[in-house]
């Protein structure tokens, strides 16, 4: 009966994809990081085939450290371009590119995720770091996305004059104050359909989880009115607000929650601690916004 039951609803997950519209291609939930470090440049698709842009995101780490192949497959490229080394690896229709590397690996050779693949090189960004991108053929495709376990999110090239909202990729180093970020550290899964890490099926994902080491005080970007302070199997400990600027966010898998319900908070004001309760793999923050009963990628109105 459970197995009936795991059936129709994978089925049923494929039929709203179908419908709705919604990517179908999934993120395989074996993809590892790169290397270990925050993002320190989010990921920003050119508008045109040779426009202005970022095609991947900068992952910040020292010199020397190991990078690693972020799943299963083929090392397909090896060399220099424009003065910079890099480390091409295929994964079925999706490539990897890791630059700037001094490599260990040769063309043609097997790797598996995880496996070092070479070291990080200094001179990519004003402090060193590992430029990651990932593609289907000619599209690139969101690291972060792809990284996380969610859907994939094809990104096409758009005709000049096409206006993109531009969108936080991930945490910067400004939480802690009012506008900013509730806690700092890399999405490690975005907004949309994914494969449940836990529940093993389609799910659609209604906020962002951000990493950061369990005890880390997490605090609220604007100021409002907290409508919950509780705990449930899947949110653990979690807290909702009701915003100033008709924006309710909800913080979830919390350790500890700071505040009780009703209690007025401004923006920038600790509301709870980093944990890894409810339905959690890792220390990480479950972060989610809605307007008016819609939920909407947190991203769009983070600086």
Not at 194 to 220: E, K, M, Q, S
Request: aromatic share 6%; net charge neutral; hydrophobic share 40%.
């Amino acid at each position: 009966m459970k197995q009936i039951l795991r059936v129709l609803i994978v089925a049923l997950s494929a039929g709203i994809l179908a419908v709705t519209g919604a990517p179908r291609a999934l993120a395989d939930p074996g993809h590892v990081w790169p290397i270990s470090g925050p993002v320190v440049r989010g990921y920003d698709p050119p508008q045109t085939s040779y426009g202005a842009g970022h095609r991947g995101i900068d992952i910040g780490a020292a010199a020397g450290t190991p990078v690693v192949s972020a799943a299963d497959g083929v090392v397909t490229f090896v060399g220099v371009i424009a003065g910079v080394s890099m480390v091409t690896v295929t994964h079925g229709d999706v490539r990897t590119t890791y630059q700037p590397v001094a490599p260990t690996v040769s063309t043609g050779q097997t790797v598996t995720a995880g496996q070092t693949i070479g070291t990080l090189q200094p001179g990519h960004g004003t402090t060193t770091s590992l430029h990651f991108g990932v593609l289907q053929g000619d599209t690139y495709l969101d690291p972060l996305s792809w990284l996380g376990g969610q859907a994939t999110q094809r990104v096409r090239l758009l005709p000049d004059g096409t206006a993109v909202p531009a969108i936080a990729r991930a945490a910067p180093e400004n939480s802690g104050i009012a506008g900013g970020w509730p806690v700092s550290g890399p999405v490690t899964s975005g907004y949309g359909w994914r494969y449940h890490p836990i529940l093993h099926r389609l799910a659609f994902h209604d906020g962002i989880d951000i990493g950061a080491p369990c005890g880390t005080p997490v605090t609220t970007p604007w100021p409002g009115t907290v409508v919950t302070a509780a705990t449930s199997s899947s949110l653990g400990n979690y807290v909702v607000v009701a915003n100033s600027n008709g924006i309710t966010s909800t913080y979830a898998h919390l350790s500890a929650i700071s505040v009780r319900a009703s209690a007025k908070v401004s923006g920038g004001q600790q509301i709870g601690l980093v944990g890894t309760t409810g339905l959690s793999t890792g220390c990480h923050l479950h972060f989610a916004t809605a307007r008016n009963g819609v939920g909407f990628d947190p991203r769009t109105v983070l600086p």
